[in-house]
T-cell receptor, first 114, second 112 residues
């Protein structure tokens, strides 16, 4: 049981390049989320998926796209990276009903856009 | 709108107690509390639901005042392992989709 996994752990991009951040969970959770965290700031929701086949915008969706490929996987794509997208990206999943300790974050992807 | 957390930072000696507050300008349907250590992912501590139900960590307690749109996290008999940044996330939609808006965090340092 690996929980929530994210790849890659680190990435450096040049302005205008594209990339996809991968996230997978093996806990059979319905809801999955992408957040970004900037220094000294809290987490900001980019996109979320309440269930397989559905996605919705969060607080800061501009410049990003997502795909909920199946129940396990939720990917985040940057089509044309900008320096303002330099951040730490966290994927999270949790099960509706909120039993104790059923809300998990992945280890994060640290992205630097030059 | 981002919830406001207070204090921004606090230093405690082991064994002391602390209270961290989270205030929202909008109606609250649920409040989620997390702790994050430097360079690590946030760890879920507790969720407080409208109506008084709460689920989470056994050694940490919290309150949720719906009328005042506030929540407080109570850390008692602090241990060195409690050090980290505490975030509250608020659900203001009530739609069940848990679109959380997070505060900027409260940095807690516990010293021997």
């Amino acid at each position: 049981n690996a929980g929530v996994t994210q790849t890659p752990k680190f990435q450096v991009l040049k302005t205008g390049q594209s990339m996809t951040l991968q996230c997978a969970q093996d806990m059979n959770h319905n809801s999955m989320y992408w957040y970004r965290q900037d220094p000294g700031m809290g987490l900001r929701l980019i996109y979320y998926s309440a269930s397989e086949g559905t996605t919705d915008k969060g607080e800061v969706p501009n410049g990003y796209n997502v795909s909920r490929l199946n129940k396990r996987e939720f990917s985040l794509r940057l089509e044309s990276a900008a320096p303002s997208q330099t951040s730490v990206y966290f994927c999270a999943s949790f099960l509706e009903g909120f039993k104790v300790e059923t809300q998990y974050f992945g280890p994060g992807t640290r992205l630097l856009v030059l | 709108q981002q919830p406001v957390q207070s204090p921004q930072a606090v230093i405690l000696r082991e064994g002391e107690d602390a209270v961290i507050n989270c205030s929202s300008s909008k109606a609250l349907y649920s409040v989620h509390w997390y702790r994050q250590k430097h360079g690590e992912a946030p760890v879920f501590l507790m969720i407080l639901l409208k109506g008084g139900e709460q689920k989470g960590h056994d050694k940490i307690s919290a309150s949720f005042n719906e009328k005042k749109q506030q929540s407080s996290l109570y850390l008692t008999a602090s241990q060195l392992s409690y050090s980290g940044t505490y975030f509250c996330g608020t659900d203001n939609s009530g739609a069940g989709s848990y679109q959380l808006t997070f505060g900027k965090g409260t940095k807690l340092s516990v010293i021997p």
